[in-house]
């Protein structure tokens, strides 16, 4: 995981650059509800969660067990997730039904510059 600018000021995205995303329905800790036609569009972040050497977060990753038994990554306990089709520091997909969120961060938690 990597903090990257993009349109929105700084945020949480995959090292390839993808910018993840929490889900309203989600809870902490909780089973990802983002299942069927919401996981064909909404891709689980999934592995094992580690950040950059280059970065700090405020929060803290971990992981969850999916109903696949696969491991979804997380960040301060909620499922993480990347919109399919939105390319690497997109920000599409934020806001959508009020539902989707990108973790805003700030560029103080970038430590070897931008």
Not at 27 to 56: E, L, M, Y
Not at 91 to 103: A, E, F, M, S, Y
């Amino acid at each position: 995981m990597i903090v990257q600018h993009s349109n929105l000021g700084w945020v949480l995205a995959e090292a390839n650059g993808d910018v993840v995303f929490t889900y309203k329905n989600d809870t902490k800790g909780g089973s990802p509800q983002c299942t069927g036609s919401c996981a064909s569009i909404w891709s689980a972040v999934t592995g094992i969660p580690k950040v950059s050497t280059a970065d700090t977060l405020p929060g803290t990753l971990g992981t969850v067990t999916m109903a696949n038994g696969a491991k979804q990554i997380t960040y301060n306990g909620l499922p993480l997730y990347t919109f399919k089709g939105a390319g690497p520091l997109t920000t599409k997909g934020n806001g959508t039904d009020g539902l989707w969120h990108v973790i805003k961060l700030s560029g103080s938690d970038v430590t070897y510059g931008s």
